[in-house]
């Protein structure tokens, strides 16, 4: 069974551009959540969705937003870019919310930099 | 605002077990803790998760106490290719959903 695929793998932009990240989960998962990872704050929860529906969010300013298909897929979206979203951005895929289906496998990451 | 501690960095002797605790005291009673791994630049890989009883599988295996207030991670046989931040988390129970706090990790070193 294929892993959760995250394209691009690399990404350059500058300051005030948007960028869109693309997520495929792993097939028959219908939850995919987002994270941010820079060395200075870590791994930090931006949201995830659910059968197309966003079930929690973390305290991410509202450039940061995303949505989900109805094929599970997500995308991830920043406006008005800063220098500080450069990071590696990890989408996660799992059968579901519930605790014991809550295991999220995660993807290789999108680098992003913002110059 | 993880509700996990960990120490920040272990060594330990390839060959040797490698035991990476973990506290988390204000576990509630329906929570799961998950272990991941993740080596340099790479995704965050599922190692192991429990409940209150103690877990193995084929990477490792979860000692949870029996207040579970912490838990320890035990790499039977550690190998140089288990060099990586290792992270604790536990899942984190809101309405309509569930968020994943990670705190900072510890780092495991491996040494020939």
């Known amino acids: 069974k294929a892993g959760v695929t995250q394209t691009p793998r690399y990404l350059i932009k500058t300051r005030g551009q948007q960028v869109t990240l693309s997520c495929s989960p792993i097939s028959g998962h219908r939850s995919v959540s987002w994270y941010q990872q820079t060395p200075g704050q870590g791994l930090q929860f931006l949201f995830e969705y659910f059968s197309e529906t966003q079930r929690n969010k973390g305290n991410f300013p509202g450039r940061f937003s995303g949505r989900q298909f109805s094929n599970s897929r997500s995308e991830m979206n920043v406006s008005t870019l800063e220098l500080g979203d450069s990071a590696l951005y990890l989408c996660a895929s799992s059968l579901g919310t519930g605790q014991g289906i809550k295991t999220q496998y995660f993807g290789p990451g999108t680098r992003l930099l913002v110059l | 605002d993880a509700k996990t501690t960990q120490p920040p960095s272990m060594d330990c002797a390839e060959g040797r077990a490698a035991n990476l605790p973990c506290n988390h005291s204000t576990i509630s009673g329906n929570e799961y803790v998950y272990w991941y791994r993740q080596i340099h630049s790479q995704g965050p890989q599922y190692i192991i998760h429990?409940?209150?009883n103690n877990e193995t599988n084929e990477m490792a295996s979860l000692i949870i106490t029996e207040d579970r207030k912490s838990s320890t991670l035990i790499l039977p046989h550690a190998t140089l290719r288990d060099t990586a931040v290792y992270y604790c988390i536990v899942r984190v129970s809101n309405t309509g959903g569930f968020k994943t706090i990670f705190g900072a990790g510890t780092r495991l070193f491996v040494k020939a």
């Open positions: 429990g409940l209150k």
